[in-house]
Each structure stands twice: as structure tokens, then as C-alpha cells.
């Protein structure tokens, strides 16, 4: 860490050259075109359009990262999905309701269960597990602050009379396991066991979740064995409520996991086997929020690029889509561009050894079907399950070389799980990055004088081994930990906003690929800066002295490698077998 705690002392343009193949072979493409329609965003011209094939439902408007969501979904309720929005959350964050807002949320659950709602304006099976379930929480578990507000409690006091008689024993279960919240004496919920053995094997943790408890590792992995035989196709579990799937996602992270809650969850992606290895020497898997970035831009794509051109390789994994930000994602901007975005791990293993590229993308709807699936749950339940944090622990593919994880966190108390989970990968090295956005994406811009308290923008904190020896052979292994803010301009960077995106994918794009271009900026500078501080600090070769980690990240770029890097990976994409 010597040399880092020491250290030395709006862009646009109309067209984007990428020399590849469509993969439809009567159609060939060279140029993929930016015509700015209106004056703010860029947008695909139609011609472009015919020429990639890409659907209607892809570029009705490509410049909004919202577009990108499934139409098959079922759309939440408005109405119950704002309050799940501030009851269903942390034993700190939660924000009760009011009298007023209590019982038009009860009205509406009343209407719907009954029947009298129609399409969007029903409320979900699931989000009468999450909504309920928060309620439940917090009012057996909660400090005073955010438990039932005396409105809460008199809208509840009118309607549970009508709420035992509507709704399904599942959701009273949820919403009153014990019989001593509704005030009516129901056995509904303390009868409550669930139909078969997997119901009633999730019934069981719920009981414990919603007394504000926590499970035991073979209690989680066992639940989620069961819950994890959903269906790609239709979302539905077999024979599971989607109201007590909902309620047990949602319980574990109000009641904040523990670190063996977190370890079942981040080692459920282990259920297809073991990972393929790649021949590499260096594999560094980056874990960004899935949910991507609504207003800064996001640059780790780029990133990838630049860090392949001297031999440090990259995976990035997400999904194309993902509430609740519904923001900008790798997979978005590399289907824009061309590039095919369903690469299979033996695909995306053979890219990564490829000289010519170096880099690889795979999208969890390839690499774990039935965790993927769980999409339109997540945007039914409004805030991020415990999925969400161990998703970005991931190793879809493995290397002969040192490994390292990389992952974004924004929520103070969530830095040294995730450096836990990494441990437990057996990497070399690990890194979390409070980024923009809670993304990786550190930035050039001054800190406000007036941040918020918790940890600033740029912290980061990790690990790695010393020695040469490889981690996974060494239990207990000696490691280096840090903790640091990285400030840039002790760098040489001269502090810069950072670049709106607002959700724009093209926009993104554009940012990208003229800084790869090597047109200076705050774009670039970020690229440089997030490649050349990750590869300091994750101990890579030649990256020993961040100064010259920095300088090689520049080089890249301005030689044209990194940008041709990123075109043969388009082009690669489509050819590999």
C-alpha cells in the first residue's frame, strides 16, 4: 500500500465504427448511428434498426433503461407499492404510515382480494406477503421509533375484522402467525402449516423470521433448494405461495442477515456445479448492483476493456433488467451495441482466453435460470432481498491464475459481509468499492461539504494475500487489509461532475466509446482512475506503484487498444462457439 498512501503528485458525437458481422447472415452492418432527435438523448435511426433486427420492444425508446423491462411481467400496485416502499425496509430506515395512508392501502388490499380490482390495479400475491410481512416485523421486532404509528394501529383496529374474513390462510399467517396482532383471537395464523413439505418446510423459517429472528445455514439452503425449482417461463414455484416466498425474501434483509444467512444465500448460485476454467493468470470477477445506474455514468464495461490490453482479465455478470432502480446495466449496453448477450459459461470462458479480447459478460438468465426467474418477485416485494447483496459474490467461471472479486455497496453495514463472502470464495484479493450510486464507479468530483454521514463516496476496503501461493490451497492464509478513501486528485486528476446518463443507455454508450477514443474528460479520467486504483490495489502485476498503474490504463486507451478490445468483443460474440 506504500505508493498509495503516498501518491504522486460534456462529450458527443454522431456514429460509432464497429467492424463486425450481424449474426443474421443476409444482413451486414459497419456503423451503428446516433442521430440526436431531441437535442438531449441520441437514438438509434431506423435504418440502423432494421439492419441489427432488433425488436420494437428493444428501441421504442433505447434511450431510457426502463424500456428494457419484460412485458410479461405483472405490473405491482401503485398504491401498496409506495407503502411497501417505507414500511418494508431496515429496523432505522422504516417510515410508518398515517391513518390516512394506512387505510387507503388496507382498502386497497380489501378491493382487490375481493375481486374488485382489475389487471395493474390488483395487488399481487406477493405483495400481500411483502407488505404484510414488514407490517408483522416491525411490530414484534422494531424499536419504538419504527414500529406501528397510533395511525397504523387505528386503521388496522377498522379493517382486520374484514381483512380475517378475505383474505387466504397464508397471508393471515403472515400478517398474524401468532393470533396477538389482529386482536380477534384468529387460529388462523398459529394453525397455519402450508401445503406439502416444501410450504411447510418455509412456513417453519417464517415463524422465526417474523418474531424478528434469524435461521441457521442448513435451515436457509434448505428453503432455498426448495424455492429454487421455479420456473423460467412463468415465474410460479411448484406448489409455493408466491405470498410466503415474498415474506421470507423480504423478513431476512429487514431483520438484517447474518453472516451465515449470507453465506447460504451467496453459495445457492453454487446449484448447477462446479464453474469452467479459464487459462488465464489473472481473473478479476466485478459484481456491480444489478439494478444498475438512473444517474451517473457507469463505467466498468469500459473498465474491462481498458484493463485487458496488459493481461488482467475481466468477468462482468448482471441481467438486462432489474427493479427497484430499473437502471442502466452491462447487458443493456452491450445488447445496444451489437453484441450477443446470451453467451453460455463455456462461451464466455473461451472469450476470456481469447488474446484479441480478454473480457467477458454473462447474464444471470444463462447462468442461474432459476435465481434469474425471481425477477418479477423482486419487483413485487419493492426493495432488495438478500439476493441482492450475494449476487455480486459471484464466479461464474474460474481461472488457473489468481482470482479477485470486486463488488459496489452503498448501505453502511454491508462492507465487511461482502468482504466476508469473498473470503469464503477463496479469492487472492477482494475489493468493495462505495462507487456512485452504490455501483463501482469511483469519481474525480470534489466531496460535498455537505454529505451525509456514513462512509464517503470513493471508500473502499479489501484484501489480499501475501505470497504467491494460491489462496484456496492455504486455510488461514496471511492477507493484507485496507481501508481507505481514495481522493483523485492526489493523483493528478482535476476534480470534475460527474456525467448524467439519466438512464440513458445510448448515452452511456456514447460516453464510453468517445473516451475510449481517447477524447479527454471526465469519462475518461474515470475509466483511467477506477482501472489503475482497482489494479493497485487488488496487488496485480506491474500495478505495484500506482503512478505507473495509472499510466498503463492511460496507455491503453490512448494507443486505441481498448477501444478495438471492446469491438472484437462485440465481434467475438456472435462467432464463438
Known amino acids: 500500500m506504500r505508493a498509495l498512501l503516498t501518491p504522486e503528485p460534456t462529450l458527443c458525437f454522431s456514429s460509432i465504427q464497429i467492424n463486425s458481422r450481424n449474426p443474421n447472415p443476409s444482413r451486414t452492418w459497419t456503423s451503428l448511428h446516433f442521430l440526436n432527435m431531441d437535442g438531449r438523448h441520441p ?88 407488505f404484510f410481512a414488514g407490517m408483522t416485523i416491525r411490530a414484534n421486532a422494531f424499536p419504538e421509533a419504527t414500529q406501528w404509528s397510533e395511525g397504523e394501529r387505528c386503521a388496522m383496529k377498522k379493517f382486520c375484522p374484514l381483512l380475517v374474513r378475505a383474505l387466504p390462510p397464508d397471508v393471515i399467517f403472515i400478517a ?15 394453525q397455519f402449516v402450508g401445503n406439502g413439505t416444501s410450504e411447510m418446510r418455509l412456513v417453519g423459517a417464517l415463524r422465526e423470521i417474523l418474531a424478528g429472528g434469524h435461521l441457521g445455514y442448513e435451515e436457509i439452503q434448505g428453503v432455498l433448494k426448495d424455492v429454487l425449482t421455479l420456473k ?122 481469447a488474446e484479441e479480447v480478454g473480457f467477458a459478460y454473462i447474464s444471470k438468465r444463462e447462468a442461474r435460470p432459476s435465481l434469474y426467474s425471481l425477477i418479477g418477485l423482486r419487483e413485487q416485494i419493492k426493495k432488495r432481498p438478500s439476493l441482492a447483496t450475494t449476487e455480486k459474490v459471484q464466479q461464474f467461471i474460474r481461472a488457473k491464475g489468481r482470482e479477485s472479486i470486486v463488488a459496489g455497496f452503498y448501505h453502511e453495514g454491508y462492507e465487511e459481509p461482502l468482504l466476508m463472502l469473498m473470503k469464503r470464495r477463496d479469492v487472492h484479493s477482494g475489493l468493495v468499492v462505495k462507487g456512485e450510486e452504490g455501483a463501482l464507479s469511483m469519481t474525480t468530483r470534489l466531496r460535498s461539504a455537505s454529505t451525509s454521514k456514513g462512509l464517503p463516496v470513493n471508500h473502499c476496503s479489501g484484501f489480499r494475500s501475501v505470497g504467491i501461493e494460491s489462496a484456496c490451497e492455504m486455510d488461514g492464509v496471511s492477507r493484507q487489509s485496507f481501508r481507505l478513501e481514495v481522493n483523485a486528485m492526489d493523483y493528478g486528476f482535476e476534480p470534475t461532475d460527474t456525467p448524467r446518463t439519466n438512464r ?62 471492446l469491438l472484437n468483443y462485440i465481434k467475438m460474440s456472435h462467432k464463438v462457439k
Open 43 to 130: 437514438v438509434l435511426d431506423s435504418a440502423t434498426i432494421e439492419q441489427l433486427g432488433l425488436k420494437e420492444s428493444d428501441t421504442r425508446n433505447p434511450s431510457l433503461s426502463s424500456t428494457y423491462r419484460n412485458s410479461k411481467l405483472l405490473k405491482p400496485n401503485q398504491t401498496v407499492l409506495e407503502a411497501q416502499a417505507r414500511v418494508c425496509t431496515g429496523p432505522t430506515q422504516t417510515r410508518p404510515l398515517s391513518e390516512e395512508q394506512t387505510f387507503k392501502v388496507l382498502d386497497t388490499i380489501l378491493r382487490s382480494v375481493r375481486g374488485e380490482l382489475k389487471d395493474e390495479e390488483q395487488v399481487s400475491k406477493a405483495q400481500l406477503g411483502a
Open 232 to 353: 423460467l417461463e412463468d415465474g410460479k414455484s411448484n406448489g409455493i405461495s408466491e405470498s410466503l416466498l415474498s415474506a421470507f425474501l423480504i423478513g431476512q434483509r429487514m431483520n438484517r442477515e447474518t453472516d451465515r444467512e449470507l453465506k447460504a444465500y451467496c453459495l445457492a448460485f453454487d446449484e448447477l456445479g462446479p464453474a469452467p476454467v479459464a487459462d488465464v493468470r489473472s481473473l478479476t470477477h466485478y459484481g456491480e448492483p444489478y439494478d444498475g445506474n438512473t444517474r451517473y455514468f457507469r463505467s466498468t464495461l469500459f473498465v474491462a476493456a481498458v484493463r485487458s490490453c496488459y493481461g488482467e482479465s475481466s468477468l462482468l455478470h448482471g441481467v438486462e433488467w432489474m427493479p427497484p432502480k430499473e437502471g442502466v446495466t452491462e447487458e443493456q449496453m452491450l445488447k445496444f451495441m451489437g453484441a450477443k448477450t446470451n453467451l453460455s459459461l463455456h462461451q464466455g470462458k473461451k472469450i476470456i482466453e
Open 504 to 565: 440513458s443507455v445510448s448515452k452511456n454508450i456514447e460516453l464510453g466509446l468517445a473516451a475510449l477514443r481517447g477524447e479527454k474528460g471526465p469519462a475518461y479520467d474515470r475509466i483511467v482512475l477506477n482501472a489503475g486504483i482497482v489494479d493497485h490495489l487488488l496487488g496485480c502485476d506491474g500495478a505495484e506503484d500506482v503512478s505507473l498503474a495509472l499510466e498503463r490504463a492511460k496507455e491503453a486507451i490512448d494507443s486505441g487498444k481498448a477501444h478495438k478490445r
Open 176 to 190: 398474524d402467525p401468532e393470533g396477538s396482532i389482529m386482536g380477534l383471537g384468529s387460529a388462523v395464523g398459529p
